[in-house]
Each structure stands twice: as C-alpha cells, then as structure tokens.
C-alpha cells in the first residue's frame, strides 16, 4: 500500500472530539466542529454553539447550516449568533447528530446516533432547501460518511459499526437512493470507517478511527494508498484542491496530496433574514 504521506498538525487549537472538516470555497476558509466542546470552527473565528455540533455545510456569506444535537441552525459566524430552524425527530433519548454533508443540488443529508451508541436507534435524514426534513434510512447505529461520485449517480456512506463503507444508487434531480449494498469492508485492526470524501478521480477517502490513517480506494473498492496521521483516532477529511484537511479527535492535521477533490457544496435554501 502507497503512503501519501503525514498529516502535520495545523495551528494550535486542540479539540475534545474533532469532526467534519469542510472547505467552503466561496469564502475561502475551512469549517469544522469540535462536537463534545460545542464549538464552531470558521477560519480563524471559533463560535460557541451552546450545545453538541455534529456537522456544518457553508450556505451563504457569513452564515453556515449546522447540526446541533438536536436541531438544524443557521450560524452567523461575525455576530455568533446561532437560529434554530428545524428540530431532528429523535426516536428516544440520549441521541445527538452526526456527520453531514450537501448535495449537488444543495440538499443537506445529517445522520444521527444515540450517545451510548445503542444499536439501530439512529438515522440518516435528508433537509431541503425548501425546509422540509425527510428519513431516508433508519435502523442506522452510528451514522458517519457521506460523499458522491464525480456524476452524482453514486453516494458513499458508512455506518461505522458495520465495518463497511456502502454505496446506494443516486438520483441527484431527486434527492432518492436506492439499492444500497457494501462497496468496501474494513478490517477490525484496522480502524472503524468513519468521515469520507471523494477525490476527482473517483477514488474514496476513509478516516479509520483508532487506525491513525486515512485510507484511499479506487472506484473499484480496490485499497491504493494512506494518508499517516500522528494520533489514532482520525475521524474525517477534506479536499481544499490538492490539499487535503484530516480532523481527529485531538483537533486538525493536513498535507498536500497528488490528489484533489471538490469543496464542500453548500446549502441551496434561502438564507435566514437578519
């Protein structure tokens, strides 16, 4: 297997549980959450959300969507202001929201997991531009990866206790999948599947949790290469062009790759009025 190389450590803010690391090109910065400190992290501005951060997709400007522990909000990232928008219909208690992603047509898929990690009591939802939330997959117990192929017929996604990236077929006009099945399996010592990207060339990036290693596939499921992370519990990665960002729990790495991939795509909806 190819080693890309380490992920150095960027800057110096240290996390309790490092996620979702997204590269919101319009105003050329990363966002990322530290979900167990309940923080933001836009660029150099870091915004307390008051409350678990699972997940966040640029939408317009200075205002991003996030995934609270219990609800979708809009964030202003100047004022720190933080606006509700829709609650999660969490089947029981003790569950919070996960990682997430948008669409090419700026749908924003959020998946969800009980904080004792209870089997099958999570799931996958996806949030409108219009505002209207649909359950897309239920049964779900730690929903984690999201990603799409280069022609939007093809979504990647990972429920980590299954040991399995899966892929389902994807109509992007939409917004349905259908015939989800397992793309790649990973073996126990090797890490839990957990944040995924895509890069341009097809191939899928995995964080293995525990593994201290991102790991790259072909379309064909076939294992190329890995990204080396100094700490064990990596939990996502982003595409910044050849520049890829790798969040673990301990906070954020990256290195320059022969790879790239697309920025995150932002939330379609109307943004909030002031």
Do not use: K
């Amino acid at each position: 297997m190819t080693s890309f190389g380490i992920a150095e450590p960027v800057g110096t803010i240290a996390a309790r549980l490092g996620e979702g690391p997204r590269w919101d090109a319009e105003a050329g910065r990363l966002l990322w959450v530290d979900i167990e400190g309940e923080r933001l992290h836009a660029g150099d501005r870091t915004i307390e959300c008051g409350a678990m951060v699972g997940a966040v997709a640029p939408w317009a400007g200075d205002v991003v969507l996030v995934a609270l522990a219990d609800a979708l909000a809009a964030v202003d990232i100047q004022s720190g202001s933080v606006r509700r928008l829709a609650d999660i219909p969490h089947g029981r208690p003790g569950m919070r929201c996960n990682d997430g992603a948008c669409d090419a047509a700026g749908r924003f898929w959020i998946g969800t997991m009980a904080l004792d990690e209870a089997p099958g009591v999570g799931a996958l939802y996806r949030y409108d531009p219009d505002g209207a939330l649909h359950t897309v997959l239920s049964g779900v117990t730690l929903s984690n990866g999201l990603g799409w192929d280069a022609g939007d017929r093809l979504m990647y996604y990972v429920d980590s206790p299954t040991q399995r990236i899966d892929v389902l077929d994807f109509d992007v006009a939409s917004g349905t999948v259908a015939n989800r099945r397992p793309f790649a399996v990973i073996p126990e010592a090797d890490g839990i599947p957990d944040g995924l990207a895509v890069d341009e060339e097809g191939g899928i990036w995995v964080a293995l949790y525990g593994g201290g290693q991102v790991r790259r596939l072909d379309p064909d499921g076939r294992v190329r290469g890995s990204v080396e992370v100094p700490v064990p519990r990596v939990t996502a990665c982003c595409f910044a062009g050849n520049r890829m960002f790798v969040t673990a729990r301990e906070g954020l790495y990256a290195l320059d790759l022969p790879y790239s991939g697309p920025p995150a795509r932002p939330f379609g909806g109307a943004p909030p009025a002031p």
